[in-house]
């Protein structure tokens, strides 16, 4: 089995586009990780334009609540899987690709 994962990643800025699309990254290391450190890596390694929202890193702070496969699930805590689709949280107003609003609950 490969360690690698097709991570499809929700992409949007409400400033400049006119609708949202998906980036799809293959190859990335999955394994032994959450969502979150595959966010970062891909961050890291492929896409430094890529927003996100990381914080404490134990899930208490909710800060990188996402969508994993159409499921909430806090990307810190959520373990990668061989095939993703991540998308931010739908409760909320969307900043920037999986960044959003928490104050500005839609």
Do not use: W
């Amino acid at each position: 089995m490969s360690d690698l994962a097709t991570v499809q990643v929700f992409r949007f800025d409400p400033s400049v586009d006119k609708e949202p699309r998906y980036q799809i990254f293959e190859g990335v290391k999955y394994e032994n990780r959450s969502v979150l450190e595959v966010i970062n890596l891909i961050y890291e390694e492929r896409d430094q334009t890529l927003a996100f929202r990381e914080g404490c890193g134990n899930g208490t702070c909710t800060g990188c609540a996402i969508m994993l496969n159409r499921i909430p699930v806090l990307a810190c805590q959520a373990p990668a899987e061989r095939e993703m689709v991540i998308e931010p949280h739908p409760k909320f107003e969307i900043i920037k690709d999986l960044a959003v609003d928490f104050n500005k609950v839609k």
